[in-house]
């Protein structure tokens, strides 16, 4: 019987109003993905769930993890810390999974510089009017606000360039989707082979102090 392909995290990354959330939603319906739960040390909101949503953790906790580098990538937002722990992606990958982060380009860079064997990918409008759109569709910012996610948007595909491997345009959601797919298959089949060959994978998964 043939071995199966080994885990892998993958992330998922792309400019306000791309339409990441439906493609990993999208994604998560396939069999053997899951998704990364971050941990946050923000106060839970109406109708949020523990290990739903996220991990709740105090700032000791948090500071805890980051010191025994156990987060594969973190943040300070408003005040607040979000991060990426490596411990479910321990399970995951001991349980052939295919893990799913969406982060922004910031966090991805990290995920890069952590030795994980991941795969980035990086989701592109089909131009710029698509996205103002798509922006405007959603109608949560104003003109201005808008404004600002599509100079953002510049600025997130030009590093993305230099640090994803790979970079979709987002046109047609189902070929979007498989796309990504075809790309998490091959990535999974290069890592078999590696395995296969006595190679270790994942060394970026120990604790590693920062």
């Known amino acids: 019987m043939a071995q199966p392909l080994p885990g892998l995290l993958v992330v998922l990354s792309g400019p306000s109003g791309v339409g990441k959330s439906t493609v990993a939603s999208r994604l998560l319906q396939l069999p053997g993905y899951v998704r990364s739960i971050s941990v946050t040390t923000r106060p839970m909101r109406p109708g949020e769930q523990e290990g739903r949503d996220y991990q709740f953790v105090s700032r000791e ?12 990538e973190h943040a300070q937002v408003h005040g607040n810390y979000y991060g990426t722990p490596k411990e479910p992606l321990r399970r995951a990958c ?3 999974q295919v893990m799913l982060l969406v982060i922004d380009v910031a966090g991805g860079e990290q995920v890069r510089a952590r030795d994980l064997d991941a795969t980035l990918v990086f989701l592109l409008p089909p131009d710029k009017a698509e996205l103002m759109r798509r922006l405007q569709g959603r109608g949560t910012e104003d003109v201005k606000q808008q404004t600002v996610r599509l100079q953002a948007a510049e600025i997130e595909i030009q590093r993305a360039k230099a640090t994803y491997d790979h970079l ?24 078999k082979d590696r395995r296969d060959a006595g190679e270790q994978l994942y060394p970026g998964l120990k604790s590693q102090p920062e």
């Open 61 to 72: 906790v948090f500071e805890g993890l980051v010191a025994h580098g156990e987060l594969i």
């Open 94 to 96: 001991a349980q052939n």
């Open 168 to 191: 979709l345009v987002n046109e047609d959601l189902d070929r979007c989707v498989n796309q990504v797919a075809d790309l998490v298959h091959a990535a999974r089949t290069k890592l």
